[in-house]
């Protein structure tokens, strides 16, 4: 599937949390993630999001920005706070890059930021980038 | 009109001023009308009053010569009486009666051919009568054997006591001489009867100077003599008047100063055979003294004159002029203030009187204009409300349409990728690959115009929030360059990058802003570019730095320069279905520039090629600080 270069167990047992309010969007993320080896928790809304991620302890979070009940920026901001959750890396998703997404994200406690739509082609890669930025992450990825 | 506009309010002080130039040269008209009135009132007065004078004078002259004549003509009828009746013997007591009767002679003598005394009387001393040389005496010789009635007049000679006198000599019937010595005292006493006015004063003067008789007696007492004087010699040589009737005939009147030195008016008459000159004066102050008490009551009168005239004309100014002008400058001043109630009606007919009406008119109509325009406004600014609430409902239509139309698609073109790299392993011929290929095509198109909407509109609705972060310009344009460099490769195609050495490091500014304009340039370029390159240039320009975009493509027609900025505009209909896109690229371009302060150029030649330069203004990080601190 897709990119070759990219070893098939990148992320192999890996606790990966995805938070989305949009089904397909969520599943296309999913299917993904799981081709590469990581085990897979979802959520529909940040709240969702935040209780599962404190249920399992992921190695990081991709969450979208607009979302009910808790949105993106909610979620980033109590998971920040919270003295057992706040180093976990957390990816921000947005639907569609807009001019100072990027500072925003990094300002309000992302790693970094994805923008829709999530392909097979692209999706790893711009993952892989940015994980390997993450320097707790970075070491344990099976490159 | 608003209430709190600034109102400049002048000075209350220009009535006054004009008033006082309309009166001042008011005054000064009638200053010089009154002053030609005064003068010539004057010069009537004391042309009249001359006149009368010297009608007074010429009359006292006259009179005085009359009597002056008379005096020596009563003399001498006297003396040729008492040489008719010379017989000493037949009348002894002649001389003596004359003496006693006529005071005025002082001493008489009959004398016999050879200068002897026949009779000799006399009132104060014997002068005659002792002289030694008696027959050589001018008064003997030249009267002895004349005709009868031949008169002899001596000069004037003088007593020892100062006292004046002339001796009269005439030849007696009975042989020898009758001599008089005549006191000339006595006729001093007749011109002091001599007087006019009340400075008047006549003097008879012989030809040699001496004052021989004064209407001041003094003056003949101090033996004056007034030879050299000019009114003296001014009448010595004026020729006799030999007219008949002098009384008639008007001697000159002069004015000067007399020997006493007092400023006079003056005539001179000579006395016919006598070589007398008979001067009669006034004091000028006299002869002016009416004309002086004109002026000074002209001066008043005049005075008071102005001065009435001044007041009622300036009363009357200001009641018709400055009282209604006053009235509409605080017309002027209440409007200008923003009240336009309880103005000041117009209170004449007059020109001024339609002016304030007319200001009251406008004022009025001014007021219904600003109602309506304020009306006007009113409706203007509800319909802009409008409006951009209404720009807010298109850009927030818009966004939300984008945000819903893009999630359907992310989700299509997510499982359509799956999909296909799923296919991957299989045969790439198989048909319905291609058909997905097609399906992914044109998903992205679909999502690629949905993205271009959003960024438009994001623009337009001005909620574009522009970064301020320092950015390498040079490292931008590098991950372009190696990020759209698959499309030109894809293409066979060049794609150049240089940088302007001269171009900062850092820059201030919205980096993913400056990267749509790039990313749209560069995209276009390349979509309209089949061969040669397209060629992405950096430069410092002054206080500008310039992105600059070249191709070689098929250009843009003069025509369409204009509107290829427009949004949904290709060259033409045919070039949009050749090459694709959204039509949104360039306005997209324009847009995000403007936003940014900048400004976008196009040169283009058919079938060379287009070159875009997007302008835009150098802020470094000095530049920020600097505004900063200020």
Do not use: C
């Amino acid at each position: 599937m897709g990119n070759l270069d990219i070893p098939r167990d990148l992320l192999q047992d890996w606790d990966v949390v995805v938070i989305d309010d949009e089904e397909d969007s969520l599943m296309v993320a999913e299917i993904i993630l799981r081709e590469y080896g990581a085990n897979l928790y979802t959520a529909s809304d940040g709240a969702e999001g935040l209780d599962i991620v404190r249920q399992v302890h992921p190695r990081f979070v991709i969450s979208d920005v607009s979302m009910p009940v808790m949105d993106g920026w909610g979620f980033i901001h109590a998971l920040r706070n919270d003295p057992d959750l706040h180093e976990i890396p957390a990816i921000a998703l947005t639907a569609h890059a807009m001019i100072g997404d990027r500072e925003r994200a990094v300002e309000a406690g992302f790693h970094n930021y994805l923008s829709k739509p999530l392909t097979p082609e692209t999706f790893i890669i711009d993952l892989l980038n940015l994980l390997m930025d993450i320097p707790s992450l970075a070491a344990s990825l099976n490159i | 009109m608003s209430a709190n506009a600034p109102v400049a309010v002048l000075p209350n002080t220009y009535a006054p001023r004009i008033r006082r130039r309309i009166l001042l040269l008011f005054g000064v008209f009638l200053v010089v009308l009154l002053a030609v009135m005064v003068v010539m009132v004057l010069s009537l007065l004391s042309t009249n009053e001359a006149e009368q004078w010297q009608g007074r004078q010429s009359e006292a002259s006259s009179s005085s010569i009359f009597r002056v004549e008379s005096f020596i003509t009563d003399a001498r009828e006297r003396l040729i009486s008492l040489a008719e009746f010379s017989d000493v013997a037949q009348h002894p007591d002649s001389l003596i009666e004359t003496i006693r009767n006529n005071p005025q002679f002082l001493e008489l003598l009959q004398l016999d051919g050879q200068g002897e005394i026949l009779d000799s009387q006399f009132q104060d001393a014997p002068l005659l009568a002792n002289q030694v040389a008696r027959p050589q005496a001018n008064w003997f010789a030249r009267s002895l054997g004349q005709e009868e009635g031949q008169i002899y007049l001596s000069p004037i000679q003088l007593s020892v006591d100062n006292q004046p006198y002339i001796v009269m000599s005439a030849p007696a019937q009975m042989g020898g001489v009758i001599g008089a010595r005549i006191s000339l005292t006595v006729f001093s006493e007749v011109i002091s009867q001599l007087t006019f006015g009340e400075t008047g004063q006549a003097y008879v003067v012989s030809s040699d100077g001496f004052v021989l008789a004064h209407t001041d007696p003094q003056v003949v007492a101090d033996n004056t003599n007034i030879t050299g004087r000019p009114e003296f010699e001014r009448a010595l040589f004026r020729p006799i008047d030999t007219s008949v009737d002098q009384s008639l005939e008007e001697s000159p009147t002069e004015a000067y100063d007399n020997f006493r030195g007092v400023p006079v008016v003056g005539t001179s008459e000579r006395i016919p055979g006598l070589d007398w000159v008979i001067f009669t004066e006034v004091d000028q102050a006299e002869v002016f003294k009416a004309t002086t008490t004109a002026l000074t009551t002209l001066i008043i009168v005049m005075i008071i004159v102005f001065l009435v005239t001044m007041l009622v004309s300036s009363e009357g100014q200001r009641r018709l002029l400055f009282k209604p002008l006053a009235d509409l400058r605080a017309n002027v001043d209440k409007v200008s203030q923003g009240n336009s109630e309880g103005l000041y009606q117009a209170t004449s007919r007059d020109e001024i009187g339609e002016v304030i009406q007319s200001f009251n008119d406008m004022v009025l109509i001014v007021n219904q204009r600003a109602i309506e325009r304020d009306r006007l406004i009113r409706d203007l600014q509800a319909a802009k409300r409008l409006a951009e609430e209404n720009s807010r409902l298109k850009s927030e239509f818009l966004s939300t349409m984008s945000h819903e139309l893009r999630t359907p698609m992310n989700a299509i073109e997510g499982f359509v990728g799956i999909i296909l790299s799923r296919m991957g392993g299989t045969d790439y011929n198989d048909k319905t690959s291609t058909y997905l290929q097609r399906v992914r095509a044109n998903s992205q198109r679909l999502l690629a115009l949905i993205n271009d909407f959003l960024d438009l509109s994001r623009v337009e609705s001005g909620r574009l929030d522009l970064a301020s972060q320092p950015f390498d310009p040079v490292k931008l344009a590098q991950r372009w360059r190696s990020e759209l460099g698959i499309l030109a490769e894809n293409k066979h195609i060049g794609f150049d990058l240089t940088v302007d050495p001269n171009l900062p490091k850092s820059l201030i500014g919205d980096e993913e802003a400056i990267s749509k304009v790039i990313i749209n340039l560069i995209g276009n370029a390349i979509k309209f570019t089949e061969k040669g390159k397209v060629t992405l240039k950096l430069e410092a320009a002054g206080n500008d730095w310039n992105i600059v975009v070249t191709d070689t493509g098929i250009g843009i027609p003069p025509h369409a320069r204009e509107f290829v900025f427009e949004e949904f505009r290709q060259v033409d209909q045919t070039s949009k279905r050749k090459y694709g896109g959204t039509g949104l690229g360039l306005a997209i371009v324009q847009k995000y520039t403007r936003s940014m302060g900048g400004q976008v150029t196009l040169k283009s030649e058919l079938g060379q090629g287009s070159e875009f330069t997007v302008t835009l203004p150098i802020v470094t990080v000095q530049q920020m600080k600097k505004a900063k601190e200020a």
